[in-house]
């Protein structure tokens, strides 16, 4: 009984060593497939790269342009700011309140709110 087990055995591990020789390898197609996807992102960073250099070469402005857009949009943002806090303020919201629902320091707000009481 023991000889016949063993025999079963010795020829199930044959079959396997023979098996896994046949057997193709997956490593080989994966190493291609992260090569391919590889090359492909190197290309894809370049061209990203070129249109980064394209659109900074058609948007060369001015340093004193850009300089006097920002002034200009800092003051808009302020004004839109103030008016959000007095409109806020004017609907019955607390300074805390409308501090943390615009995001901005509550003395901040308060002198907002404060400059707003005096020119009404």
């Known amino acids: 009984m023991s000889l016949i ?15 896994s020789f046949m057997k193709k390898s997956d490593t080989a197609a994966l190493e291609k497939e992260v090569d391919e996807r ?9 061209a990203l790269r070129e249109r980064i ?4 070469d058609v948007l060369q402005i001015d340093s004193s342009q850009s300089n ?4 200009t949009e800092q003051i808009n ?3 839109l700011l103030k008016q959000e806090i007095t409109v806020l303020y004017t609907t019955g919201l607390t300074p805390e ?3 943390i629902k615009t995001a901005t320091p509550l003395d901040k707000v ?4 404060h400059d707003y009481v005096q020119n009404v």
């Open 5 to 19: 087990l063993i025999i079963i055995l010795l020829v199930l591990a044959i079959v396997s060593l023979v098996l």
């Open 38 to 46: 590889s090359v492909h992102l190197l290309k894809e960073n370049s």
């Open 53 to 56: 250099n394209r659109i900074e």
């Open 68 to 71: 006097h857009n920002f002034a």
């Open 77 to 79: 943002l302020n004004e």
């Open 97 to 99: 309140n409308i501090a």
């Open 110 to 113: 308060e002198k907002i709110i």
